[in-house]
């Protein structure tokens, strides 16, 4: 199993970017997968999840309506599209995949929002 994020950064306040998370060596339309956060000293949030068929998103309260979680299941990626960034949004990026019942981490993309 192998789950590689890419596409963080530094980024200015009320910028944008875009994560991605490439998945392989398991069946990725069967499993739901979400997006979370951590920021130094503090606990691993959630921030955006999507069901297996990209049906149904969730988010967090602060990320709604700023965050979009998507996913390609033809390209086995999932898609994070982050705009108004605040440098509260500062974290490491965590892909996950819920294949139930395992669940598999990515490394992580480091996000700063900084001018």
């Given at each position: 199993?192998?789950?590689?994020?890419?596409?963080?950064?530094?980024?200015?306040?009320?910028?944008?970017?875009?994560?991605?998370?490439?998945?392989s060596?398991?069946?990725?339309?069967?499993?739901?997968?979400?997006?979370?956060?951590?920021?130094?000293?503090?606990?691993?949030?959630?921030?955006a999840?999507?069901?297996?068929?990209?049906?149904?998103?969730?988010?967090?309260?602060?990320?709604?309506?700023?965050?979009?979680?998507?996913?390609?299941?033809?390209?086995?990626?999932?898609?994070?599209?982050?705009?108004?960034?605040?440098?509260?949004?500062?974290?490491?990026?965590?892909?996950?995949?819920?294949?139930?019942?395992?669940?598999?981490?990515?490394?992580?993309?480091?996000?700063?929002?900084?001018?």
């Amino acid at each position: 199993v192998q789950l590689v994020e890419s596409g963080g950064g530094l980024v200015q306040p009320g910028g944008s970017l875009r994560l991605s998370c490439a998945a392989s060596r398991f069946t990725f339309s069967s499993c739901a997968m979400s997006w979370y956060r951590q920021a130094p000293g503090k606990v691993r949030e959630l921030v955006a999840a999507i069901t297996s068929a990209g049906g149904s998103t969730n988010y967090g309260d602060s990320m709604k309506g700023r965050f979009t979680i998507s996913r390609d299941n033809a390209k086995n990626t999932v898609y994070l599209q982050m705009a108004s960034l605040k440098p509260e949004d500062t974290a490491v990026y965590y892909c996950k995949a819920r294949c139930w019942p395992n669940e598999y981490w990515g490394q992580g993309t480091q996000v700063t929002v900084s001018s």
